[in-house]
């Protein structure tokens, strides 16, 4: 029969993949950063790029937490091992004590970082930032994005992990930990990868995905990548065309 620590070790190992890739199940279980920390969240359609700046701080401050929670956790399932006690513990258990918490600082000094001057250090607010009239600051485009978003004619698809957003002016992908932005008037598109599958699971047609590379015009706006499915493959001379038209 398996120990306590190594029934421990797995069932820790299992929930900490989930909760950092979140699969369908821990969503309908509410099991998230944004549903266990909704109250401090607040909603992303009333305001998404402050929500967003406060989930991604929150995310990675939370997952960062995942090794102390183990070590925490061994303390009871392997207690002969006296880790409640970290100067009668063994060597490698302190070394794995120290990295359990060198992390959550790390974490809390970046998070420290980009919420100066009202989170203007933020890698989004940056991007936003690029964007901004002279006479204004990133703040104008980031409630130009909120306004945007809570139109009912934008169109979003894909996983919680990598949503690709698009509005009228903007294109958007929503990560674990970052959110991509580009203008639509500056974006160059290029598809990079194209797979062709005999058929899809909703329908007899065979389906093509495409990856495209989303670049700015601007090089200090970062590049980035979404995934597209279409039904049947678009001419070389349209693709790219095709491509965003799709996702519109």
């Known amino acids: 029969m398996d120990s306590p620590e190594v029934t421990f070790t797995l069932a820790y ?31 992303e359609d009333a305001a998404f790029v402050p929500y967003h700046l406060r989930r991604t ?7 960062s937490l995942l090794p102390l929670g183990y070590y925490v956790g061994m303390c009871f399932a392997a207690s002969e091992k006296r880790l409640y006690s970290p100067s009668q513990a063994p060597e490698t258990w302190r070394v794995f ?41 990133w703040r104008a485009v980031a409630s130009s994005v909120d306004t945007e978003f809570r139109r009912i004619d934008k169109f979003a698809t894909g996983a919680p992990g990598a949503r690709v957003i698009v509005t009228d002016t903007w294109v958007l992908k929503v990560t674990t930990y970052r959110v991509r932005v580009a203008q639509q008037q500056d ?62």
């Open 97 to 137: 004590l120290l990295l359990a918490l060198t992390l959550p600082a790390i974490a809390c000094a970046l998070i420290y970082y980009w919420s100066r001057d009202r989170w203007a250090h933020h890698p989004l607010a940056r991007t936003l930032a690029r964007y901004a009239l002279p006479q204004s600051g």
């Open 187 to 248: 974006v160059h598109l290029t598809v990079t990868e194209s797979q062709q599958r005999d058929l899809s699971p909703d329908s007899n047609l065979p389906v093509q995905l495409l990856t495209i590379r989303v670049a700015s015009a601007d090089p200090a706006v970062p590049a980035f990548d979404i995934r597209r499915a279409r039904w049947s493959p678009p001419s070389s001379k349209h693709l790219v065309q095709a491509a965003l038209h799709g996702v519109r």
């Open 13 to 43: 190992v299992v929930f900490a993949v989930c909760f950092v890739f979140t699969p369908t199940e821990f969503h309908s279980a509410g099991l998230t950063v944004q549903n266990l920390l909704s109250g401090w969240l607040g909603s």
């Open 57 to 63: 701080a929150a995310t990675l401050l939370c997952h």
